[in-house]
Antibody, heavy 118, light 111 residues
Framework: EVQLVESGGGLVQPGGSLRLSCAAS????????MGWVRQAPGMGLEWVASIMKDGGQKKYVHSVEGRFSISRDNAKNSLFLQMNSLRAEDTAVYYC???????????WGQGTLVTVSS | QSALTQPRSVSGSPGQSVTISCTGT?????????VSWYQQHPGKAPKLMIYDVIERPSGVPDRFSGSKSGNTASLTISGLQAEDEADYYC???????????FGTGTKVTVL
């Protein structure tokens, strides 16, 4: 059974940092693109970052470029999102997503809430 | 990249059909056959319902179907059921150098 379990969310002050993790199981992690999608309270979905199977290519939404960094450890079946210089507008539930190419997310984690507030 | 345009809400009675539109441009919806649709119940993670415009993942009822014409993709729910009440989002590939683009979301209400 495919499982994606996020952790690392919480309350952080503006300008602070957080590192999200996603533990994957039930599939060959290194065979898939992976990504993070976020959803601000009461709002829609937004792809935040995506990473190639071997970590060689990474993409970011413009609003987080230079502040967020996506990475993966295929040996540990784990996906990460390092978030620096956090802003109030980064407040959202962050989902870990398995991407079967072309942003087709066939499995999603349960989400982890990030709240940026003083 | 701008969000794809969806109606804010649609509604129908049990057994009826509803169609949700997703309008983009030639740079996304119109340029590729990589449109997917997601269902999201309150407090839950999204679930993939349609991919590659018309394909249904295993386990998704055949009441759900997708189509595309020009820059507009559509999701049709036939034989509407109470459990179909949820938010629905489309998403399109928009080229190799940017991330996928989601639609604005549509709330489906079963009357």
């Amino acid at each position: 059974e495919v499982q994606l379990v996020e952790s690392g969310g919480g309350l952080v002050q503006p300008g602070g940092s957080l590192r999200l993790s996603c533990a994957a199981s039930g599939f060959t992690f290194s065979s898939y693109w992976m990504g993070w999608v976020r959803q601000a309270p009461g709002m829609g979905l937004e792809w935040v970052a995506s990473i190639m199977k071997d970590g060689g290519q990474k993409k970011y939404v413009h609003s987080v470029e230079g502040r967020f960094s996506i990475s993966r450890d295929n040996a540990k079946n784990s996906l990460f999102l390092q978030m620096n210089s956090l802003r109030a507008e980064d407040t959202a539930v962050y989902y870990c997503v398995r991407d079967i190419d072309y942003y087709r997310g066939d499995y999603w984690g349960q989400g982890t809430l990030v709240t940026v507030s003083s | 990249q701008s969000a794809l345009t969806q109606p804010r809400s649609v509604s129908g009675s049990p057994g009826q059909s509803v169609t949700i539109s997703c309008t983009g441009t030639t740079s996304d919806v119109g340029g590729y056959n990589y449109v997917s649709w997601y269902q999201q119940h309150p407090g839950k993670a999204p679930k993939l319902m349609i991919y590659d415009v018309i394909e249904r993942p295993s386990g998704v009822p055949d009441r759900f179907s997708g189509s595309k014409s020009g820059n507009t993709a559509s999701l049709t729910i036939s034989g509407l059921q109470a459990e179909d009440e949820a938010d629905y989002y489309c998403c399109s590939f928009a080229g190799d150098y940017i991330l996928g683009v989601f639609g604005t979301g549509t709330k489906v209400t079963v009357l």
